[in-house]
């Protein structure tokens, strides 16, 4: 049998997933929509991957989790290695492009920039507490104007004079939008107005102070819409990369990590048919009253975190 | 030592971390009793949070939160008020305002206060400040005089042991990074100590930028900034002057909305080059998630550089 290695990367708006062999090649890869329900959305994604998979041929002998659910999936899936998602692009990205400079990533509601220097990543900047200029912005703007979020791209291509929209946070940029749709500003020129707002957004937060090399890659959801990789281009005069597999990235980092890591399990599909289900716990040790997730397999309590202390470990 | 039966409470927020020495050695010199409030949790950030205006800082909400818990635990509350040690030596105006706010705050209340004014510009330093303490409970001169002095001596003693044990730390092997912000933000048990034991369990050495010799640093900071005036800042630019040789990274622990932080940390990310710098923002989220992503990837990037992941 040969070695297969499963990524998981499940964030906010989407779960990804895939299977790679040694050679990072990929054996099967998935990415389905979280809809609030990172457990439901992980083992209708091992179902869907299974399918794809010859495991007559491989087995999967490690597996890593990603993304901002990473922690719970990890415990559900029995992976071998649970990592951040800053890292796990930085790897993915690096593996595929190993002369990559500066990596762009904007997802549902986070966005980072990752600065890279021969093949390893040497400073990174992520969006602090504010989500402007995020995949959840361009979504609710799309709805506004009237247009599916898959159009945004084409709308925007079509302009020849975009509107100027204020870029410096998300609550003006919706105002000024408003007010510019009342003033009868064309729906093609507002919407590559949003998509100039999104990127220039982003490089006055997350990509401020930082010097932006070229070969660019960009990834992340909001990298599928080409007026936002149009207004990249046209900011930092350089070509803005986006790889067919980009929105897998995180995945396929976290599975070359898994590879890495010294940790073998092998993966079991039938996760897909047991039930998993968390309880929320608030810890009545002190008046910290944190708040513990229990996740258990059936009646069986399998882990347990969000306690401050010692004083909230879980007790079998 | 003759005791007599005054209590003052101190909480254990704000310049408590800076003067918990100056000022406990002092009443003890005294016999003046101290009580203070106990380490910060939710329900001390929760009352604080419930007292405070919207756009108080987290750290004010959280002194709100230790003043409350000391209600009728004392006959007086300490609330000094420290305005500047001179020029370019300024103090947040928070801690000019801290006596006059929480007064206000808890008007209602029968608690005594007990306030001093530190505002070299205006003639009064910190050695008035002691005296006028030591007066307002009842103590001549010289008997303030004699614990000041003390008192100062064994904070200075104190705190050339910690800048000692930096000197230690920034010696050791392995993966170090510089820990940037404020001692009330740092070592405060329910929001920035949470960054020191990260560090700590991932096998990290947390340094401290703010333990430094301090005329030292203050002199040090005019590299990084000539015309910046909070004391404290000046102290952290200086000690990250200082230290960013010997380091792998900084960390910058704010607490949201902090005013010289927002302009200084900014400051700091333009003009430090070389060393990978982090800006933590802590507000009053229950959760650590947000804050170990962060940790978690800025200690992989690191690593990742020396081929160690």
New interface residues.
């Given amino acids: 049998m040969e070695h297969a290695y499963l990524g998981v990367d499940v964030g906010s708006i989407s779960t990804k997933g895939v299977i790679i062999d040694k050679e990072n090649n990929i054996l099967a890869s998935q990415y389905i929509w979280t809809q609030g329900d990172p457990i439901g959305a992980v083992k209708e994604l091992v179902g869907l991957l299974e399918a794809q998979f010859d495991r007559e041929r491989y087995k999967v002998v490690a597996t890593g989790t990603t993304g901002?659910a990473r922690k719970l999936v990890g415990t559900i899936l029995g992976a071998t290695m649970v990592?951040?998602?800053?890292?796990a692009h930085?790897?993915g990205t690096t593996t595929f492009y190993p002369d990559v400079r500066t990596i762009l990533e904007i997802g549902g509601q986070d966005s980072k920039i990752?600065l890279v220097e021969n093949g390893?990543?040497?400073?990174?900047a992520?969006n602090?507490?504010c989500a402007a200029g995020t995949g959840a912005f361009l979504s609710s703007q799309a709805k506004r104007l009237g247009i599916e979020v898959e159009e945004i791209g084409d709308y925007a291509l079509r302009s020849t004079h975009p509107t100027q929209i204020a870029a410096r946070c998300t609550v003006f940029a919706e105002s000024d939008l408003v007010h510019k749709i009342q003033m009868g500003h064309p729906r093609e020129d507002i919407i590559a107005g949003v998509c100039n707002a999104v990127a220039s957004n982003y490089l006055n937060n997350v990509g401020k102070?930082k010097k932006i090399v070229s070969p660019v890659v960009f990834q992340g959801g909001v990298s599928k819409n080409k007026g936002v990789v149009a207004a990249f281009e046209r900011a930092l005069g350089c070509k803005v990369i986006v790889d067919p597999n980009g929105h897998l990235m995180g995945a396929l980092g976290v599975a070359i990590?898994a590879k890495k890591g010294s940790k073998r399990q092998e993966f079991d599909f039938a996760v897909e048919n047991m039930e998993f289900h968390t309880r929320e716990a608030s810890c009545g040790k002190?008046?910290?009253?944190c708040?513990i997730i229990c996740v258990y397999r059936g009646d069986e309590l399998i882990d347990a975190w969000?306690n401050?202390c010692e004083r909230g470990e879980r007790t079998r | 030592m003759e005791t007599n039966n005054i209590t003052v409470g101190l909480p254990r927020a704000m310049l408590y971390y800076r003067y918990r020495i100056l000022w406990g050695v002092f009443f003890q010199e005294l016999g003046v009793k101290t009580v203070v409030s106990g380490p910060t949790d939710r329900d001390i950030l929760e009352q604080g949070s419930a007292l405070a205006i919207d756009e108080a800082c987290l750290s004010l909400k959280i002194y709100l939160g230790h003043v409350h818990a000391l209600l009728g635990q004392c006959d007086y509350i300490l609330l000094p008020r420290v305005s500047n040690f001179g020029h370019h030596r300024n103090m947040c105006t928070r801690f000019e305002a801290m006596p006059d706010l929480t007064k206000n705050v808890f008007r209602d209340t029968q608690q005594k206060f007990l306030t001093c004014n530190i505002d070299v510009l205006a003639g009064e330093d910190e050695e008035d400040a002691f005296l006028s303490l030591g007066r307002q409970l009842g103590f001549g001169p010289k008997a303030a005089k004699r614990a000041y002095k003390l008192a100062k001596k064994a904070d200075q003693a104190q705190h050339k042991a910690r800048v000692q044990k930096q000197e230690e730390l920034s010696r050791r092997e392995g993966l170090k990074i510089l820990l940037a912000g404020h001692s009330y933000v740092v070592e405060d048990p329910y929001i920035g100590k949470v960054v020191t034991d990260y560090l700590k369990a991932a096998g990290v050495t947390p340094l401290r930028a703010d333990l430094v010799e301090r005329e030292h640093a203050l002199k040090r900071s005019r590299e990084l900034s000539p015309t910046c005036k909070w004391e404290i800042s000046r102290e952290i630019l200086g000690g990250i002057d200082l230290r960013k040789g010997q380091v792998d990274g900084i960390i910058l622990i704010g607490a949201f909305p902090c005013g010289p932080d927002a302009m200084v940390n900014e400051l700091i990310t333009r003009r430090v080059r070389g060393v990978p710098i982090l800006n933590l923002v802590l507000d009053s989220q229950t959760g650590t998630a947000g804050v170990e992503t962060r940790l978690e990837s800025f200690i992989d990037i690191i690593r990742l550089k020396e081929g160690m992941l």
Avoid: F, P, Q, W
């Avoid at chain 1, 990592?83 to 890292?87: L, R, S």
């Avoid at chain 1, 390893?120 to 990174?124: G, P």
């Fill in positions: 901002s990592k951040n998602e800053i890292t930085a790897v990752i390893v990543a040497v400073d990174y992520m602090t507490l102070g990590l002190c008046s910290n009253h708040e969000g401050r």
